[in-house]
T-cell receptor
Framework: GENVEQHPSTLSVQEGDSAVIKCTYS??????FPWYKQELGKRPQLIID?????GEKKDQRIAVTLNKTAKHFSLHITETQPEDSAVYFC?????????????FGTGTLLAVQP | DTAVSQTPKYLVTQMGNDKSIKCEQN?????MYWYKQDSKKFLKIMFS???????INETVPNRFSPKSPDKAHLNLHINSLELGDSAVYFC?????????????FGSGTRLTVV
């Protein structure tokens, strides 16, 4: 079945350093890869996404890369700040069909130390 | 205006009781979902409705029964609650098909069964 693996499960960085979270998906027909940020006690919120026809996308300090051949995609956060501390989820889905089911990774708890 | 709203936010109940959670979205999306987030933060899909039609039912016990009176509402009724049902339940919505983008999540319902 569809599966998304996410690593690491926890990540601690110093303020100002970069953070990288990696995901691997199993369904080769997946074509949409969003990333969500979930702060403690809050809802998951979309922070960036990428489609399979693009290899990289950047939005200020956040970037996502996609390697379709290897079925890998990664989230890069530069110049981390304490407010970046949260749980980050990657997800994959096959858009364009009857469903738009998002399969989520297991989450990465990012702690940015001031 | 809240895009996806869930009620109640917190629900504490005894084993064996029956309870309902309600969800409404004002985004004009055609698809709504229920996800369960357990204590380890795993986000797992339970159900999906597209235009009031059930399209995803992910091996959830029969005690869980979703109902969608119209495409803006998706409710979840749970019979004979068990301790293992304790979790945060998130409603979400999106548009299926095409390049529809990611989900918008509700704020979650924290269910505690005692």
């Amino acid at each position: 079945g569809e599966n998304v693996e996410q690593h690491p499960s926890t990540l601690s960085v110093q303020e100002g350093d970069s953070a990288v979270i990696k995901c691997t998906y199993s369904d080769s027909a997946s074509n949409y890869f969003p990333w969500y940020k979930q702060e403690l006690g809050k809802r998951p919120q979309l922070i960036i996404d990428i489609r399979s026809n693009v290899g990289e996308k950047k939005d200020q300090r956040i970037a996502v890369t996609l390697n379709k051949t290897a079925k890998h995609f990664s989230l890069h956060i530069t110049e981390t700040q304490p407010e970046d501390s949260a749980v980050y989820f990657c997800a994959a889905s096959r858009q364009g069909g009857a469903t738009n089911k998002l399969i989520f990774g297991t989450g990465t708890l990012l702690a940015v130390q001031p | 205006d809240t895009a996806v709203s869930q009620t109640p936010k917190y629900l504490v109940t005894q084993m064996g009781n029956d309870k309902s959670i309600k969800c409404e979205q004002n985004l004009g999306h055609d698809t709504m979902y229920w996800y369960k987030q357990d204590s380890k933060k795993f986000l797992k899909i339970m159900f999906s409705y597209n235009n009031k039609e059930l399209i995803i039912n992910e091996t959830v016990p029969n005690r869980f029964s979703p109902k969608s009176p119209d495409k803006a509402h998706l409710n979840l009724h749970i019979n004979s609650l068990e301790l293992g049902d304790s979790a945060v339940y998130f409603c979400a919505s999106s548009n299926a098909g095409g390049e529809s983008g990611g989900y918008t999540f509700g704020s979650g319902t924290r269910l505690t069964v005692v």
